[in-house]
T-cell receptor, first 117, second 113 residues
Framework: DTAVSQTPKYLVTQMGNDKSIKCEQNLGHDTMYWYKQDSKKFLKIMFSYNNKELIINETVPNRFSPKSPDKAHLNLHINSLELGDSAVYFC????????????????FGSGTQLSVL | KQEVTQIPAALSVPEGENLVLNCSFTDSAIYNLQWFRQDPGKGLTSLLLIQSSQREQTSGRLNASLDKSSGRSTLYIAASQPGDSATYLCAVESPHAGNMLTFGGGTRLMVKP
C-alpha cells in the first residue's frame, strides 16, 4: 500500500550510459515531482509536472527528461550519465499545485541512490 | 532567490530532553513552510505544514512555529526519544521560486538512550 514508490532503490552504472528511474503514486494526486539530493543533503527541485504543464528547473541539464505515460507515473530518463549525476533522486507527489491553491503536502518516495562509475 | 538555512547541522541530545531545531529563509514572501523527517532508505515524511497566515502547528510532541516577517521557523520536539533520531528538513514554498519548495540542508538529530 505504498503511496509513492520508485524503482530501482539502487542504481550503479557506467559513465555515458542511459538509464531510467520509475515512479508511481497511488494517491490519485495530480502533480508529481523529481528532486535531487546532493552529497551535502540539499534537496533541489528538478521537475514539476501535472496534466497541465511541465515546469523545469533551468539548472537541470537537458540530458534529464521526465516522461509521464499517465497521471500516476512520472519516470526520469537520464542520457549520457556523468560522474556528477551521482546522487539520491526522490520522486514526490501532491494533490494539486495550482497557483491559486498551494499549501498541499508533498508525499515522497524512498529515493533512488544513483552511482555513476 | 529564496535560500533556506538550518542550524545546527547536527545535534546530539540525551533521551528525554526538549529540543529546538531552527530554520531561516531569506524571502519572507512564502505560501507555506513544511518540516520533513528523513530516515535512511525511507525517503521523506511530511511532519507539519504551516501556512503563511498561521503562527504554529502542533502534532503530538512536535510543535512548529513560523515568524514570516523575520524569516524564521522552529521545530520544537518535547521529551525526545531515540526513535526521533533522523534528519529534519524544512522547506518553504515561494511564489518567487516558481511555487516550488526550497529545502534547507537539514539537521541531523541523534537522541541517545
Amino acid at each position: 500500500d505504498t503511496a509513492v514508490s520508485q524503482t530501482p532503490k539502487y542504481l550503479v552504472t557506467q559513465m555515458g550510459n542511459d538509464k531510467s528511474i520509475k515512479c508511481e503514486q497511488n494517491l490519485g494526486h495530480d502533480t508529481m515531482y523529481w528532486y535531487k539530493q546532493d552529497s551535502k543533503k540539499f534537496l533541489k527541485i528538478m521537475f514539476s509536472y501535472n496534466n497541465k504543464e511541465l515546469i523545469i528547473n533551468e539548472t537541470v541539464p537537458n540530458r534529464f527528461s521526465p516522461k509521464s505515460p499517465d497521471k500516476a507515473h512520472l519516470n526520469l530518463h537520464i542520457n549520457s550519465l556523468e560522474l556528477g549525476d551521482s546522487a539520491v533522486y526522490f520522486c514526490a507527489s501532491s494533490q494539486d499545485r495550482d497557483s491559486e491553491t498551494t499549501n498541499e503536502k508533498l508525499f515522497f518516495g524512498s529515493g533512488t541512490q544513483l552511482s555513476v562509475l | 532567490k529564496q535560500e533556506v538555512t538550518q542550524i545546527p547541522a547536527a545535534l546530539s541530545v540525551p533521551e528525554g530532553e526538549n529540543l529546538v531545531l531552527n530554520c531561516s529563509f531569506t524571502d519572507s514572501a512564502i505560501y507555506n513552510l513544511q518540516w520533513f523527517r528523513q530516515d535512511p532508505g525511507k525517503g521523506l515524511t511530511s511532519l507539519l505544514l504551516i501556512q503563511s497566515s498561521q503562527r504554529e502547528q502542533t502534532s503530538g510532541r512536535l510543535n512548529a512555529s513560523l515568524d514570516k516577517s523575520s524569516g524564521r521557523s522552529t521545530l520544537y520536539i518535547a521529551a525526545s526519544q531515540p526513535g526521533d533520531s533522523a534528519t529534519y528538513l524544512c522547506a518553504v514554498e515561494s511564489p518567487h521560486a516558481g511555487n516550488m519548495l526550497t529545502f534547507g540542508g537539514g539537521t541531523r538529530l541523534m537522541v541517545k538512550p
